[in-house]
């Protein structure tokens, strides 16, 4: 039996995930660079509460990233259904909903939560603490 289809389409939705990533990785990144940023301006001769500016960055990067990991989580789960269709029912749809594919785990708030984004922005967020009071105090 020739499952050249079901290759081809396990292949689409593979790049989507990794693109996925892709997007998430660099978010990261200019959450950090972002924040670093935030913060040397505001250690100049400015108001201390300009420090809380830095929150900003870190909410939005947080709300983004955690979408972009919803779709991926979508996406794998779209990748797995695939790969369990028989060869002669493949027709190359992308489709990856909450509908058809929500779970607890696939929800934004499962996502907003989990382990990769939580020990990412929550030190990101407590440093930013720190660096406030640290500030402030003097």
């Not at 593979?14 to 660099?26: G, T, Y």
């Not at 990412?120 to 407590?126: G, H, I, K, R």
């Amino acid at each position: 039996m020739n499952n050249d289809n079901k290759i081809k389409h396990l292949e689409m939705i593979q790049a989507v995930i990794n693109r996925m990533a892709s997007n998430s990785f660099m978010l990261k990144g200019w959450a950090v660079t972002l924040v670093a940023g935030i913060i040397a301006l505001s250690a100049k001769d400015t108001d201390k509460m300009y420090f809380l500016v830095a929150y900003i960055p870190i909410i939005i990067f947080w709300g983004l990233d955690s979408y972009y990991l919803l779709q991926e989580r979508l996406y794998r789960s779209l990748y797995k259904k695939i790969c369990s269709t028989d060869d002669n029912k493949i027709n190359f749809s992308l489709v990856a909903s909450k509908e058809e594919f929500g779970s607890n785990k696939n929800s934004f708030g499962a996502c907003l939560l989990s382990g990769t984004e939580l020990w990412f922005y929550l030190p990101l967020a407590l440093v930013c603490a720190g660096v406030i009071y640290l500030t402030i105090k003097k």
